[in-house]
């Protein structure tokens, strides 16, 4: 099941989505459910968003 922040409704839907499947983090854009998929492994994706938070 792919999941959205709770308040990607107040931007207008444009957002990421995730998912879980097995040991990988999928996320794909909101806009567009059937393109490209970003997999990362949990330790990569916790970068990530680490990363993100910090700036």
Excluded: Y
Aim: with cysteine; hydrophobic share 30%.
């Amino acid at each position: 099941m792919w999941r959205k922040a709770r308040k990607s409704a107040e931007n207008g839907g444009d957002c990421v989505e995730l998912t879980s499947v097995s040991n990988v983090i999928a996320i794909r854009d909101s806009k567009n459910p059937n393109g490209p998929k970003l997999a990362l492994n949990h330790n990569d994706f916790r970068h990530l968003t680490q990363t993100l938070k910090d700036r």
